[in-house]
């Protein structure tokens, strides 16, 4: 424990700042906010679309989190602890309202870009390359047409960038379900575009 506490906060890791958070330290926990509260808002965003809930929802992640701080077990990653929660919201809040839990894609996971409501806006502001910017909003308006749940694999694992491991700890869906969503899911995604699927994609 002395060398966590001699950790400077901003090098710790996420997994030691929520260990930190546990043991009562406020900074910690604050930190971990601002590392996931983007994150956390464009997955929220691309599952339901729909601003004030977003907003409202994402406030309610991190309450929970920090009010079931004692579950995560260290050191399990913390992303695959804390979108578990996202997720759970997310489908309460989908089916509460009786729509479909995916209903727009307003962000490309490119750095730096905001989140917007609009494919056209968000490909301007990710790129100045024309070429680029239609791609984007060809990706973004193709994506809302997929199915729930090749949707929300290609969201988690391709913008949010997890692995198989982890979303299916996610989900509670087992790796081979989720990597033929994916294949399935980035195939139909090519067909709406009128592209060809890229050869490196297998279905396993």
């Known amino acids: 424990m002395g060398d966590l ?7 710790a890791s ?5 260990r930190r958070a546990q043991n009562g330290d406020g900074q910690a926990f604050s930190l971990l906010y601002e590392r996931y509260n983007s994150a956390v808002l464009s997955y929220l965003y691309r599952m339901l679309g729909n601003v004030e809930d977003v907003e409202s929802i994402g406030q309610e992640v991190f309450l929970r989190a920090y009010r079931f701080a004692p579950t995560y077990r260290y050191p399990e990653k913390l992303s695959t602890w804390l979108f578990t ?4 919201l997310a489908i309460n809040n989908a089916r509460r309202r009786k729509r479909s839990p995916v209903r727009n894609v307003t962000e490309l996971n490119l750095e730096g870009v905001e989140i917007s409501g609009d494919p056209y806006q968000v490909a301007k502001v990710a790129t100045d390359d024309v070429e680029k910017q239609e791609e984007i ?10 199915p729930t749940d090749q949707k929300e694999v290609i969201v988690l694992g391709v913008f949010q960038d997890l692995s198989y491991a982890q979303m299916e700890e996610i989900t509670g869906t087992k790796a081979v379900t989720l990597r033929s969503r994916m294949f399935h899911g980035l195939r139909k995604l090519a067909k709406m575009m ?11």
């Open 5 to 11: 506490a001699s950790q400077p906060l901003g090098r």
């Open 14 to 18: 996420d997994e030691e700042l929520m």
């Open 85 to 88: 929660i996202t997720r759970n």
């Open 137 to 146: 909003t060809r990706v973004l308006k193709a994506l809302e047409d997929l």
């Open 194 to 204: 009128g592209t060809e699927m890229d050869g490196s994609v297998e279905e396993e």
